[in-house]
């Protein structure tokens, strides 16, 4: 065999492995970027989300979850503006889900304009999480906790 031909199936032995072996670990942050809101006829701005795995806290024990915080950008609106969100989610492994709501109250900050946050901690299990923001329609959020 000469050397290219060893070479060239080595190479096929490497890329084939790498392929199989998949990802070294899950995906434990996930994020959206700003899009556009009017949350009422008076206010208006971006919003964004992000999701995180953390521990929640059930009674003396912690269990798997997912943190999902929401950021509000009112912009150029003259006062307080509150940006309600559904967040949904559902563990593709066990089943679970539910639903709750936050809501995004943006205040004055001296330096950013009028900027809110808000966020949640969810209790899924573990396993696969596709969360879902009715403030980000047709996007999805995807954590492994």
């Known amino acids: 065999m000469t050397a290219q031909r ?69 912009g150029v609106y003259d006062g307080s503006c509150a940006l309600p969100v559904t967040v949904t989610w559902k563990n593709l492994a066990t089943g679970a889900g539910g639903s709750e709501q936050i809501t995004a109250v943006s205040k004055k900050d001296g330096h950013y304009g009028f900027v809110g946050y808000a966020s949640t901690t969810l209790a899924t299990g573990a396993g696969p999480v ?3 923001l009715s403030s980000h329609p047709g996007q999805e959020l995807r954590v492994n906790p």
Do not use: F, M, W
């Not at 790498?18 to 008076?42: E, F, I, M």
């Not at 989300?49 to 943190?67: K, S, Y």
């Open 6 to 74: 060893v070479l060239g199936v080595l190479a096929g032995l490497l890329i084939g492995a790498s392929a199989a072996a998949g990802p070294a670990h899950a995906d434990s942050y996930a994020k959206l970027d700003n899009v556009a809101v009017q949350p009422s006829p008076t206010c208006g701005g971006t919003a964004s989300a992000e999701a995180q795995v953390a521990p929640v806290q059930i009674g003396d024990r912690a269990e798997d979850g997912v943190r999902v915080a929401v950021s509000y950008d009112a």
């Open 130 to 132: 596709v969360v879902t």
